[in-house]
């Protein structure tokens, strides 16, 4: 019996959880396939197979080249109880190790690295809300990424890293061609360093089965799936920023995560740095940190004011657009007030008392919205429209002047997050000129998840046991003639219904012709008339 046959018979035996688990591997082709024949085809391809091999621990390999079975290469349809299929024997007698690419960053661990993840996470978080971050296939833009990677003072190709690491672990997507915060993102920004680590360590947890000794964990793996490509591993790309590798050596917490993952980040929660209580709010309106802050205080601080310079030590800086941008969020100006005060357990210096005043002032003085399908800035201070329609580093929003007012047909939170960036104090507005809050606007309502997987393997089985079309009988028939097989066909004949073993011999002009194996004579049966075909 072929390959082919011994596959679509053990897939036609699974149920809708296990064969999903078959189709994800293949993408969006799972979508084209229309049966089990297909999908058993697909599986016999070159690509998908070698997929398969190169999975496979050294011990099932080495009976596989040597046309043996065992369990786990009969599981992953590369053997049959009888030993291995022939293609993926011979293909696993000619593929060869991969070896690991080289990276570009810098690989050795330290122990912060997780505080140092968490803190430039969470700036990329409060980035999104505060900037326009234009989506592009690099991740961060070159010039918003150096900025970024300035406060942080971490390098660029490590800034990167860790903005892929948060789309992987879905805290950012893109909405408009703009880099956004999830909800997911800003549930984590709440969660304690604990639980921010699990979330993204289950992200990039994709190792195969793995007996942990010593040394580097590329030569264990090598050791164990010889033929396996470690290239495709997010947990060699990101494991080292989240303390899990050390110039690809297993750490303590690499160590506890493969024992139990989900307690592992105690671990972290024990390591992470102390956070202050207290800040100092200085006349420069700037904000000092003396060492780390809680996720609650730095999402407290972030809303207020901008980061400078964040480490151990962390710098913020007080401004009116800061200011502005909590009023935005629904914030008082005595809420402001009064936060700082609890923060820093001391008097206000004059000049953030200052400020706040300012801003209560020049809250709503320039708006911006959407209106009869522009952008429509305004301001009931006509010398600052002039003052942004003849600013050169503006020209590209297109604004144009249209009465006592501005107007550019690009969008308007483009237009806001530009005007911004600029220095002014600008507040977006809807069309019913309600204050558009930064970060509850960007939030996206989750979609519905639907698992296209899930939904392909249901329509597989239920395809499989329904009556089969006359569609279905000429294609196994034909795939019984080319792989030369017998088969069983039912046959509606004048003298009622009969059951043939016949051996194909050709298909042409409506009719099956083959060979009756018991009466050893051949026969033509339209195919018209024939109900059922089963391979024997």
Partial sequence: MSELLLIAGSLREMSEAELKAVLRPLGNSAAALGDLFDLARA??????????????????????????????????????????????????????????????????????????????????????????????????RAAEAKD???????????????????????????????????????????????????????????????????????????????????????????????????????TQLFRAASLDLANAGQLVWDQFPKPVTRIIIQGDLSIISPGPLSPETHKQIDLLA?????????RFRLSLNSVLHA????????????????????????PVSY??????????????RALAGQSVVESSDAILLTQILNENGLAALMLKGDGARLVSRLNPSLVYFNLRDAGYPVIQLDEAGKVIAPRLSQVFVEPEVVDVFALQAKALLSAEAKAPSPDDHLRQLQFALKNKLKVGVRVDMPEGIVELEMTPLGIAGGRFRGRDVVKEAERTLPLSRIQAVWLS
Avoid at 238 to 246: A, C, D, P, R
Avoid at 306 to 314: F, I, N, T
Avoid at 334 to 344: G, M, N, V, Y
Avoid at 355 to 368: G, H, I, W
């Fill in 43 to 140: 599986m016999v391809g070159r690509r998908e197979l070698e997929r398969r091999i190169r999975l496979m621990d050294r011990e099932s390999i080495a009976v596989l080249r040597a046309g043996g079975t065992n369990q786990k290469l009969q599981q992953n349809f590369l053997a049959s109880e009888a030993g291995a299929f022939e293609s993926a024997a011979e293909l696993a007698k000619e593929l060869q190790p991969i070896r690991l690419k080289p990276v570009k960053h810098e690989l050795v661990g330290s122990e912060l690295a997780n505080y140092e993840t968490q803190l430039a996470i969470t700036e990329i978080l409060f980035a999104c809300e505060r900037h326009w971050l234009e989506a592009v296939k690099a991740g961060l």
């Fill in 148 to 250: 970024l990677a300035a406060v942080l003072k971490m390098d660029l190709a490590q800034l990167q890293l860790r903005f892929q690491l948060a789309k992987k672990a879905g805290l950012v997507d893109v909405i408009d061609n703009r880099y956004v915060s999830t909800i997911r993102g800003l549930q984590w920004l709440d969660a304690n360093p604990a639980q921010r680590w699990l979330d993204l360590a289950q992200a990039i947890w994709d190792l195969p089965p793995l007996t942990l000794g010593a040394g580097s964990l590329e030569t264990q793996l090598s050791e164990q799936y010889p033929l396996f490509d470690q290239n495709d591993l997010e947990l060699l790309r990101y494991g080292h920023i989240l303390g899990l590798l050390s110039d690809l050596e297993p």
């Fill in 306 to 314: 901008q980061s400078e310079d964040l480490g151990l030590a962390c």
């Fill in 327 to 350: 009023m935005e969020m629904g914030m008082t100006a005595s809420e402001i007030e009064e936060i700082l005060l609890s923060l820093s357990g001391s008097d206000l210096p004059q």
């Fill in 355 to 368: 400020l706040l005043s300012q801003a209560k002032k020049k809250f709503r003085e320039l708006t911006v």
